[in-house]
T-cell receptor, first 109, second 115 residues
Framework: AQRVTQPEKLLSVFKGAPVELKCNYS??????LFWYVQYSRQRLQLLLR??SRESIKGFTADLNKGETSFHLKKPFAQEEDSAMYYC???????????FGPGTSLSVIP | GAVVSQHPSRVICKSGTSVKIECRSL??????MFWYRQFPKQSLMLMAT?????????EQGVEKDKFLINHASLTLSTLTVTSAHPEDSSFYIC???????????FGQGTRLTVV
């Protein structure tokens, strides 16, 4: 079955420290992977997707098919990065998006 | 980005009644809409996918007679929770995607409380 795992429920880092949010997936086809972010009291919004290979708000994520991972990284965490982060996989054959359990990132001033 | 609006944002209903939640794409045509359910401190669970003008595709374990989904137009999908029970209390979120686009935009969610 297709799955998305995020091993850390909670992650705390100090401001200015590097941050890495882990995401692993299992999918038999060619995956499309996304990171979504949900700030406090706001709706879910797309942060970045592997296809565009862009950097948003200093975050990057590289798809590693060998390790079936799509970890989210930022070299220097900011307080405003504190939020809930969800890794998601789009099943191209069934056209649906599956979310991982999420990681709550807390950046300590 | 595109705007998706859900209404109502909060609703309280009595056990046994039905409640309808609307999901509208305000500035684009949504050919596909997704309905999710989120329990406290848990991830989003996909309930069903609906394409405009056709029947919704429900995920395994989701009762289609309990959660009626209608996607009658390119800007509106509705989720009706029929004969609601307290265990249906949850946060329901919709997302909408336009034709030929992979990104889906999310509504703000609806908090349903069944008493």
């Amino acid at each position: 079955a297709q799955r998305v795992t995020q091993p850390e429920k909670l992650l705390s880092v100090f401001k200015g420290a590097p941050v890495e949010l882990k995401c692993n997936y299992s999918y038999s086809g060619s995956p499309e992977l996304f990171w979504y972010v949900q700030y406090s009291r706001q709706r879910l919004q797309l942060l970045l997707r592997h296809i565009s290979r862009e950097s948003i708000k200093g975050f990057t994520a590289d798809l590693n098919k060998g390790e079936t991972s799509f970890h989210l990284k930022k070299p220097f965490a900011q307080e405003e990065d504190s939020a809930m982060y969800y890794c998601a996989l789009r099943e191209t054959s069934y056209d649906k998006v599956i979310f991982g359990p999420g990681t709550s990132l807390s950046v300590i001033p | 980005g595109a705007v998706v609006s859900q209404h109502p944002s909060r609703v309280i209903c009595k056990s046994g009644t039905s409640v309808k939640i609307e999901c509208r794409s305000l500035d684009f045509q949504a050919t596909t809409m997704f309905w999710y359910r989120q329990f406290p401190k848990q991830s989003l669970m996909l309930m069903a996918t609906s394409n405009e003008g056709s029947k919704a595709t429900y995920e395994q374990g989701v009762e289609k007679d309990k959660f009626l989904i209608n996607h009658a137009s390119l800007t509106l999908s509705t989720l009706t929770v029929t004969s609601a029970h307290p265990e249906d209390s949850s946060f329901y979120i919709c997302s909408a995607r336009g034709r030929g686009v992979t990104e889906a935009f999310f509504g703000q969610g609806t908090r349903l409380t069944v008493v």
